[in-house]
């Protein structure tokens, strides 16, 4: 009968082994920490047009309530625009364009991170004879 002692087979893993379970580790960090930074950006963007569009609707209804034939194009919104100033720096124009006789094209533009984010809203106002309805 022959003795069995630790001579013969070591336990443990060999380096190719211990290399290969290396690899997967560091693509699993790499792929979970990607989808962190992309979800993080996702979640600021989403707040930043959450932004930009509760302000347009400021201005629109801010808008709506100028008489028609005062409504002309500005540079900035008339509105409060202090919940923007997340965005900073950013800039507001509101243009007017006639369309036809009593139809205005109102569009509001909010641009911010160096005009590479825009958020616009276009509405038509109608000359209703002095009723402020869109």
Do not use: C
């Given at each position: 009968m022959?003795?069995?002692?630790?001579?013969?087979s070591?336990g443990?893993f060999?380096?190719p082994e211990v290399?290969?379970?290396?690899l997967?580790?560091?693509l699993?960090?790499?792929?979970?920490f990607t989808?962190?930074?992309?979800?993080?950006r996702?979640?600021?963007q989403?707040?930043?047009?959450m932004?930009?569009?509760?302000?347009?609707?400021?201005?629109?209804?801010?808008r709506r309530r100028?008489?028609?034939?005062?409504l002309?194009d500005d540079?900035e919104?008339?509105?409060?625009?202090?919940?923007?100033?997340?965005l900073?720096?950013?800039?507001?124009?509101v243009?007017?364009?006639d369309?036809k006789?009593?139809?205005?094209?109102?569009t509001?533009?909010?641009?911010w991170?160096n005009g590479?984010r825009?958020?616009?809203?276009t509405l038509v106002?109608v000359?209703?004879?002095?009723q402020?309805?869109?």
């Amino acid at each position: 009968m022959r003795e069995r002692g630790n001579h013969g087979s070591q336990g443990g893993f060999s380096l190719p082994e211990v290399l290969a379970a290396l690899l997967i580790v560091t693509l699993v960090i790499t792929v979970s920490f990607t989808a962190f930074l992309e979800r993080n950006r996702r979640l600021e963007q989403a707040s930043e047009i959450m932004l930009a569009y509760q302000s347009l609707a400021n201005e629109a209804e801010h808008r709506r309530r100028i008489n028609f034939a005062q409504l002309l194009d500005d540079v900035e919104f008339r509105s409060d625009t202090a919940l923007l100033a997340p965005l900073a720096p950013y800039g507001t124009a509101v243009k007017v364009e006639d369309v036809k006789p009593g139809f205005k094209n109102v569009t509001l533009t909010i641009r911010w991170r160096n005009g590479e984010r825009v958020a616009r809203l276009t509405l038509v106002r109608v000359d209703t004879g002095g009723q402020r309805l869109w």
